[in-house]
Protein backbone atom coordinates (compact mmCIF):
# COMPACT_ATOMS: atom_id res chain seq x y z
CA UNK A 1 0.00 0.00 0.00
CA UNK A 2 2.64 2.48 1.24
CA UNK A 3 4.84 1.40 -2.15
CA UNK A 4 2.13 2.34 -4.44
CA UNK A 5 1.25 5.65 -2.89
CA UNK A 6 4.63 6.20 -2.90
CA UNK A 7 5.01 5.57 -6.83
CA UNK A 8 1.75 7.80 -7.31
CA UNK A 9 4.48 10.83 -6.51
CA UNK A 10 6.52 9.87 -8.86
CA UNK A 11 4.62 10.14 -11.55
CA UNK A 12 4.32 13.73 -12.45
CA UNK A 13 0.45 13.43 -14.09
CA UNK A 14 -0.72 11.48 -11.59
CA UNK A 15 0.80 13.30 -9.22
CA UNK A 16 -0.98 16.74 -10.44
CA UNK A 17 -4.21 14.97 -10.78
CA UNK A 18 -4.10 13.71 -7.09
CA UNK A 19 -3.23 17.36 -6.04
CA UNK A 20 -5.89 18.76 -8.27
CA UNK A 21 -8.45 16.68 -6.88
CA UNK A 22 -7.54 17.75 -3.71
CA UNK A 23 -7.20 20.95 -4.36
CA UNK A 24 -11.17 20.93 -5.67
CA UNK A 25 -12.52 18.63 -2.30
CA UNK A 26 -10.85 22.02 -0.26
CA UNK A 27 -12.48 24.40 -2.21
CA UNK A 28 -15.86 22.56 -1.33
CA UNK A 29 -15.67 22.10 2.05
CA UNK A 30 -14.69 25.83 2.22
CA UNK A 31 -18.06 26.35 0.73
CA UNK A 32 -19.95 24.46 2.54
CA UNK A 33 -19.10 26.51 5.38
CA UNK A 34 -20.33 30.06 3.54
CA UNK A 35 -23.66 31.12 4.60
CA UNK A 36 -26.40 32.42 2.34
CA UNK A 37 -27.31 35.75 2.77
CA UNK A 38 -29.69 37.33 4.60
CA UNK A 39 -30.33 34.19 6.43
CA UNK A 40 -30.05 34.34 10.55
CA UNK A 41 -27.83 31.12 11.05
CA UNK A 42 -28.28 31.00 15.06
CA UNK A 43 -31.77 30.64 14.73
CA UNK A 44 -31.49 28.22 11.85
CA UNK A 45 -28.96 26.11 13.92
CA UNK A 46 -31.21 26.52 17.06
CA UNK A 47 -34.59 25.32 15.16
CA UNK A 48 -33.20 22.76 12.36
CA UNK A 49 -33.54 19.73 14.34
CA UNK A 50 -37.46 19.60 13.25
CA UNK A 51 -36.84 19.07 9.80
CA UNK A 52 -33.70 16.51 10.45
CA UNK A 53 -36.56 13.35 9.76
CA UNK A 54 -37.56 15.02 6.82
CA UNK A 55 -34.03 16.42 5.34
CA UNK A 56 -31.22 14.26 7.36
CA UNK A 57 -30.55 11.67 4.34
CA UNK A 58 -29.77 14.75 1.54
CA UNK A 59 -27.80 16.76 4.75
CA UNK A 60 -25.46 13.97 5.08
CA UNK A 61 -24.96 13.94 1.12
CA UNK A 62 -24.72 17.66 0.98
CA UNK A 63 -21.69 16.78 3.64
CA UNK A 64 -23.81 18.66 6.50
CA UNK A 65 -24.33 21.87 4.60
CA UNK A 66 -28.14 22.00 4.23
CA UNK A 67 -28.36 22.95 8.18
CA UNK A 68 -26.06 25.36 7.81
CA UNK A 69 -27.69 26.36 4.96
CA UNK A 70 -24.62 27.54 3.73
CA UNK A 71 -24.43 28.03 -0.24
CA UNK A 72 -23.99 24.40 -1.25
CA UNK A 73 -27.02 23.41 0.81
CA UNK A 74 -28.49 21.57 -2.20
CA UNK A 75 -25.34 19.75 -2.31
CA UNK A 76 -25.38 17.70 -5.86
CA UNK A 77 -28.64 16.14 -5.87
CA UNK A 78 -30.20 17.84 -8.44
CA UNK A 79 -27.63 17.09 -10.64
CA UNK A 80 -27.99 13.41 -10.03
CA UNK A 81 -31.68 13.32 -10.57
CA UNK A 82 -31.18 15.23 -13.81
CA UNK A 83 -28.85 12.75 -14.85
CA UNK A 84 -31.47 9.81 -13.82
CA UNK A 85 -34.08 11.87 -15.44
CA UNK A 86 -32.48 12.50 -19.28
CA UNK A 87 -31.18 8.72 -18.97
CA UNK A 88 -34.50 7.34 -18.49
CA UNK A 89 -36.36 9.41 -21.00
CA UNK A 90 -33.50 8.07 -23.79
CA UNK A 91 -34.67 4.68 -23.78
CA UNK A 92 -36.88 5.49 -26.54
CA UNK A 93 -39.60 7.61 -24.93
CA UNK A 94 -38.36 10.81 -26.25
CA UNK A 95 -37.26 10.02 -30.07
CA UNK A 96 -34.90 13.12 -30.09
CA UNK A 97 -33.00 12.05 -26.80
CA UNK A 98 -32.55 8.46 -28.19
CA UNK A 99 -30.93 9.25 -31.29
CA UNK A 100 -28.75 11.33 -29.56
CA UNK A 101 -27.60 8.05 -27.33
CA UNK A 102 -26.56 6.76 -30.68
CA UNK A 103 -24.58 9.55 -31.55
CA UNK A 104 -21.67 8.64 -29.52
CA UNK A 105 -19.44 11.28 -28.31
CA UNK A 106 -21.64 14.21 -30.15
CA UNK A 107 -24.77 12.45 -28.69
CA UNK A 108 -23.25 12.70 -24.58
CA UNK A 109 -22.38 16.14 -25.39
CA UNK A 110 -25.36 17.43 -26.10
CA UNK A 111 -27.33 15.07 -23.32
CA UNK A 112 -24.62 16.32 -20.60
CA UNK A 113 -25.95 20.15 -21.44
CA UNK A 114 -29.57 19.23 -21.52
CA UNK A 115 -28.65 17.65 -18.01
CA UNK A 116 -26.85 20.97 -16.93
CA UNK A 117 -30.16 23.12 -17.87
CA UNK A 118 -32.04 20.72 -15.94
CA UNK A 119 -29.95 20.53 -13.06
CA UNK A 120 -30.39 24.55 -13.15
CA UNK A 121 -34.32 24.30 -12.92
CA UNK A 122 -34.52 21.28 -10.94
CA UNK A 123 -31.92 23.10 -8.24
CA UNK A 124 -34.05 26.25 -8.36
CA UNK A 125 -37.15 24.76 -7.71
CA UNK A 126 -35.74 22.61 -4.85
CA UNK A 127 -33.67 26.09 -3.55
CA UNK A 128 -37.18 28.19 -3.61
CA UNK A 129 -39.24 25.07 -2.01
CA UNK A 130 -37.09 24.47 0.57
CA UNK A 131 -36.17 27.98 1.41
CA UNK A 132 -39.94 28.82 2.32
CA UNK A 133 -40.43 25.20 3.49
CA UNK A 134 -37.89 26.20 6.56
CA UNK A 135 -39.02 29.23 7.44
CA UNK A 136 -42.55 28.75 7.16
CA UNK A 137 -43.33 24.96 8.73
CA UNK A 138 -40.52 25.66 12.06
CA UNK A 139 -42.32 28.72 12.44
CA UNK A 140 -38.43 30.89 12.59
CA UNK A 141 -37.63 33.88 11.81
CA UNK A 142 -34.67 32.05 9.74
CA UNK A 143 -34.82 34.87 7.32
CA UNK A 144 -35.99 38.06 9.16
CA UNK A 145 -39.17 40.00 7.60
CA UNK A 146 -38.42 37.53 4.65
CA UNK A 147 -40.23 39.05 1.15
CA UNK A 148 -40.91 37.03 -1.83
CA UNK A 149 -37.16 38.67 -2.90
CA UNK A 150 -35.98 37.44 0.12
CA UNK A 151 -36.78 34.20 -1.46
CA UNK A 152 -35.78 34.29 -5.13
CA UNK A 153 -32.45 35.63 -3.74
CA UNK A 154 -32.06 32.53 -1.52
CA UNK A 155 -32.81 30.32 -4.50
CA UNK A 156 -30.46 31.67 -6.65
CA UNK A 157 -27.82 31.27 -4.13
CA UNK A 158 -28.69 27.91 -3.82
CA UNK A 159 -28.81 27.35 -7.49
CA UNK A 160 -25.78 28.93 -8.09
CA UNK A 161 -23.79 26.55 -5.10
CA UNK A 162 -25.59 23.55 -7.33
CA UNK A 163 -24.26 24.71 -10.47
CA UNK A 164 -20.34 25.39 -9.25
CA UNK A 165 -20.70 22.14 -7.73
CA UNK A 166 -21.10 20.32 -10.70
CA UNK A 167 -19.07 22.12 -12.71
CA UNK A 168 -16.46 21.32 -9.94
CA UNK A 169 -17.57 17.73 -10.37
CA UNK A 170 -17.04 17.69 -14.25
CA UNK A 171 -13.36 19.41 -13.65
CA UNK A 172 -12.38 16.60 -11.05
CA UNK A 173 -13.71 14.17 -13.58
CA UNK A 174 -11.86 15.20 -16.48
CA UNK A 175 -8.43 16.77 -14.87
CA UNK A 176 -8.18 14.98 -11.25
CA UNK A 177 -8.89 11.21 -10.16
CA UNK A 178 -12.11 9.09 -10.82
CA UNK A 179 -15.66 10.08 -11.62
CA UNK A 180 -15.70 13.64 -9.68
CA UNK A 181 -19.71 13.38 -8.85
CA UNK A 182 -18.52 10.34 -6.96
CA UNK A 183 -16.16 11.80 -5.18
CA UNK A 184 -18.17 15.30 -4.16
CA UNK A 185 -20.63 12.65 -2.60
CA UNK A 186 -18.22 10.63 -0.67
CA UNK A 187 -16.46 13.87 0.71
CA UNK A 188 -19.52 15.31 2.10
CA UNK A 189 -20.34 12.03 3.41
CA UNK A 190 -17.20 11.15 4.85
CA UNK A 191 -17.21 14.48 6.63
CA UNK A 192 -20.17 14.04 8.75
CA UNK A 193 -18.37 11.20 10.53
CA UNK A 194 -17.01 13.23 13.42
CA UNK A 195 -19.85 14.76 14.11
CA UNK A 196 -21.21 11.12 13.99
CA UNK A 197 -18.96 9.99 16.18
CA UNK A 198 -19.02 13.33 18.93
CA UNK A 199 -23.00 12.69 19.15
CA UNK A 200 -22.61 8.86 19.61
CA UNK A 201 -19.81 9.89 22.49
CA UNK A 202 -22.48 12.63 24.10
CA UNK A 203 -25.45 10.13 23.85
CA UNK A 204 -26.25 7.46 26.38
CA UNK A 205 -24.87 5.59 24.39
CA UNK A 206 -21.23 6.14 26.30
CA UNK A 207 -21.81 5.78 30.76
CA UNK A 208 -19.41 7.29 32.46
CA UNK A 209 -19.39 4.81 35.22
CA UNK A 210 -19.27 1.58 33.12
CA UNK A 211 -15.89 1.32 31.49
CA UNK A 212 -15.63 -2.01 30.75
CA UNK A 213 -19.28 -1.39 28.54
CA UNK A 214 -18.25 1.57 27.07
CA UNK A 215 -15.10 -0.38 25.72
CA UNK A 216 -16.63 -3.37 24.74
CA UNK A 217 -19.21 -1.49 22.96
CA UNK A 218 -16.65 0.29 21.17
CA UNK A 219 -15.22 -2.60 20.12
CA UNK A 220 -18.40 -4.03 18.87
CA UNK A 221 -19.12 -0.68 16.48
CA UNK A 222 -15.79 -0.96 15.11
CA UNK A 223 -16.46 -4.48 14.22
CA UNK A 224 -19.72 -3.90 12.36
CA UNK A 225 -18.20 -1.24 10.85
CA UNK A 226 -15.73 -3.01 9.19
CA UNK A 227 -17.70 -5.85 8.25
CA UNK A 228 -19.68 -3.28 6.83
CA UNK A 229 -16.87 -1.63 4.72
CA UNK A 230 -15.66 -5.41 3.24
CA UNK A 231 -18.88 -5.71 2.47
CA UNK A 232 -19.59 -2.88 0.53
CA UNK A 233 -16.36 -3.35 -1.11
CA UNK A 234 -17.58 -7.40 -1.52
CA UNK A 235 -20.46 -5.98 -3.64
CA UNK A 236 -19.06 -2.78 -5.67
CA UNK A 237 -16.52 -5.00 -6.65
CA UNK A 238 -18.20 -8.09 -7.36
CA UNK A 239 -18.58 -9.33 -11.23
CA UNK A 240 -20.51 -11.72 -12.91
CA UNK A 241 -18.52 -13.14 -15.75
CA UNK A 242 -21.06 -14.40 -19.05
CA UNK A 243 -19.09 -16.86 -21.13
CA UNK A 244 -18.71 -16.14 -24.75
CA UNK A 245 -17.49 -18.96 -27.31
CA UNK A 246 -16.54 -17.67 -30.42
CA UNK A 247 -16.92 -19.52 -33.45
CA UNK A 248 -14.17 -20.96 -35.04
CA UNK A 249 -13.67 -20.18 -38.88
CA UNK A 250 -11.31 -21.46 -41.87
CA UNK A 251 -9.29 -19.08 -43.81
CA UNK A 252 -7.16 -20.76 -46.47
CA UNK A 253 -5.70 -23.53 -44.92
CA UNK A 254 -5.83 -22.23 -41.20
CA UNK A 255 -8.37 -22.36 -38.95
CA UNK A 256 -8.70 -18.97 -36.40
CA UNK A 257 -11.36 -18.41 -33.87
CA UNK A 258 -13.11 -20.76 -31.23
CA UNK A 259 -11.28 -18.96 -28.22
CA UNK A 260 -13.34 -18.91 -25.35
CA UNK A 261 -13.84 -15.31 -23.34
CA UNK A 262 -16.47 -13.94 -20.73
CA UNK A 263 -18.26 -10.33 -20.57
CA UNK A 264 -17.92 -9.01 -17.18
CA UNK A 265 -21.44 -7.75 -15.37
CA UNK A 266 -20.84 -5.58 -12.74
CA UNK A 267 -23.25 -6.74 -9.82
CA UNK A 268 -24.18 -3.64 -8.07
CA UNK A 269 -24.00 -1.47 -11.71
CA UNK A 270 -26.54 1.06 -10.24
CA UNK A 271 -23.95 2.09 -7.48
CA UNK A 272 -25.85 4.58 -5.46
CA UNK A 273 -27.45 6.80 -7.52
CA UNK A 274 -30.66 5.21 -7.16
CA UNK A 275 -30.86 6.11 -3.41
CA UNK A 276 -29.96 8.96 -4.05
CA UNK A 277 -32.81 9.64 -6.92
CA UNK A 278 -35.28 7.94 -4.14
CA UNK A 279 -34.53 10.11 -1.47
CA UNK A 280 -34.86 13.31 -3.36
CA UNK A 281 -38.33 12.26 -4.91
CA UNK A 282 -39.53 11.18 -1.29
CA UNK A 283 -38.58 14.96 -0.13
CA UNK A 284 -40.01 16.48 -2.84
CA UNK A 285 -44.48 15.95 -1.59
CA UNK A 286 -42.45 17.70 1.87
CA UNK A 287 -41.35 20.50 0.12
CA UNK A 288 -44.19 21.02 -1.28
CA UNK A 289 -46.52 20.53 1.40
CA UNK A 290 -44.13 23.41 3.46
CA UNK A 291 -46.16 25.99 1.18
CA UNK A 292 -49.27 24.88 3.06
CA UNK A 293 -47.75 24.01 6.43
CA UNK A 294 -51.10 24.97 7.88
CA UNK A 295 -53.42 22.54 5.78
CA UNK A 296 -54.50 19.05 7.46
CA UNK A 297 -53.09 17.25 4.20
CA UNK A 298 -49.55 18.79 4.10
CA UNK A 299 -49.17 17.79 7.78
CA UNK A 300 -50.64 14.29 7.42
CA UNK A 301 -47.15 14.49 4.42
CA UNK A 302 -44.72 15.48 6.45
CA UNK A 303 -45.75 13.12 8.95
CA UNK A 304 -45.80 9.77 7.44
CA UNK A 305 -43.42 10.34 4.41
CA UNK A 306 -40.49 10.20 5.84
CA UNK A 307 -37.43 7.37 6.18
CA UNK A 308 -38.43 7.05 9.90
CA UNK A 309 -42.57 6.09 9.47
CA UNK A 310 -43.64 3.18 7.82
CA UNK A 311 -44.88 4.48 5.13
CA UNK A 312 -42.25 6.63 4.15
CA UNK A 313 -40.09 3.46 4.33
CA UNK A 314 -41.90 1.34 2.21
CA UNK A 315 -42.36 4.36 -0.37
CA UNK A 316 -38.65 4.42 0.16
CA UNK A 317 -37.76 0.74 -0.20
CA UNK A 318 -40.22 0.39 -3.45
CA UNK A 319 -38.25 3.17 -5.35
CA UNK A 320 -34.99 1.98 -4.41
CA UNK A 321 -35.39 -1.38 -6.42
CA UNK A 322 -37.58 0.60 -9.11
CA UNK A 323 -34.59 3.18 -9.44
CA UNK A 324 -31.85 0.27 -9.27
CA UNK A 325 -33.67 -1.70 -12.25
CA UNK A 326 -34.15 1.09 -14.33
CA UNK A 327 -30.77 2.73 -13.92
CA UNK A 328 -28.53 -0.91 -14.22
CA UNK A 329 -30.44 -1.19 -17.55
CA UNK A 330 -29.59 2.24 -18.39
CA UNK A 331 -26.22 1.44 -17.82
CA UNK A 332 -25.69 -2.15 -19.26
CA UNK A 333 -28.37 -2.14 -22.31
CA UNK A 334 -28.33 -6.32 -23.51
CA UNK A 335 -29.76 -4.83 -27.31
CA UNK A 336 -26.43 -2.62 -27.18
CA UNK A 337 -24.24 -5.28 -25.74
CA UNK A 338 -25.77 -7.46 -28.36
CA UNK A 339 -25.13 -5.61 -30.83
Request: proline content about 4%.
Amino acid sequence: MFKTLKNIWRVEDLRKRVLFTLFVLIIYRIGSFVPVPGVNKEVFEATNSAGKEVFGLLNTFSGGALFQFSIFALGIVPYITASIIVQLLSMDVIPKLAEWAKQGEQGKKKSAQLTRYLTVGLALIQAFGTSIGFNRLYNTEMVPNATFADYILIAIVLTAGTSFLMWLGEQITEKGIGNGISILIFAGILSTVPNIIKQTIESDFIQADQLFMNILKGVIVAIVIVLIIIGVIYIQQAIRKIPVQYAKRVVGNKMYGGQNTHIPLKINAAGVIPVIFASSLLMFPSIIANFWADRTWAQWIGANLTTHKPLGMLLYVVMIFGFTFFYTFVQMNPQQMAD
